[in-house]
Structures are given as structure tokens and as C-alpha cells.
Nanobody
């Protein structure tokens, strides 16, 4: 499974960005799509996840500001980030947990390369 993330960049505090993550390859179905981030000197942390049933989980720090969604037909997840703060600055990583192969008997856990989000004060 290959993941292509895009949409990062530099924005002023209070601004917005939208990240996209497109999954491709021998995908039978996708269980979970999610975004994680890692700031300099810190551990990688969960930002938001959405599963195949539409259940969503957000980190407390982004609730009310970020929205995760997915387009199952395109195998793509999105992260709409509003009211960005300098503390949101990090490399954002897409993660996909999927079933692969002809009958989906294999489970795959894949990470994208990461996209930089920088929020200036």
C-alpha cells in the first residue's frame, strides 16, 4: 500500500490548511485512516482517526478545530485544520490500516512520508 500525502505548508495563526492522503495499491478494504503528528523533540501523537464505520476520534488539543473525513471511493482521507495555532506546527503523517490481497486476508499498516505544517505567530 502506498500513501501520498499533500496539503502542508506555512500559514499564520488562525489560518486554515487541508491535508489529503490518498492510498493506492492492492487494497481490498480500508479499516482505519488517520493522521498523526510529530513536533521537534516530541513523540509522534494521534491527531484524528476515522474507521470504516465512520467512527471518529480526535486528540483533545484539536477538537472543535480539526475535521477528519474520508472518501471511500477514492481511498482518500482529509484533515481540515482551522484556527491553527503555533503549537500545531509539526510533521503530519498519514496512517492507513487495510486489508490487502485478493480476498483481503492480509492486514497492512502503512505510514505516509509526512508533510510539514508550520504555523507562525
Amino acid at each position: 500500500v502506498q500513501l501520498q500525502a499533500s496539503g502542508g505548508g506555512l500559514v499564520q495563526a488562525g489560518g486554515s490548511l487541508k491535508l489529503s492522503c490518498a492510498a493506492s495499491g492492492s487494497i481490498f478494504s480500508i479499516d482505519v485512516m488517520g493522521w498523526y503528528r510529530q513536533a521537534p523533540g516530541k513523540e509522534r501523537e494521534l491527531v484524528a482517526t476515522i474507521n470504516s464505520g465512520g467512527t471518529i476520534d480526535y486528540a483533545d488539543s484539536v477538537k472543535g478545530r480539526f475535521t477528519i473525513s474520508r472518501d471511500n471511493a477514492l481511498n482518500t482521507a482529509y484533515l481540515q485544520m482551522n484556527s491553527l495555532k503555533p503549537e500545531d506546527t509539526a510533521v503530519y503523517y498519514c496512517r492507513v490500516v487495510s486489508r490487502t490481497g485478493r480476498y483481503g486476508i492480509n492486514r497492512s499498516n502503512d505510514w505516509g512520508r509526512g508533510t510539514q505544517v508550520t504555523v507562525s505567530s
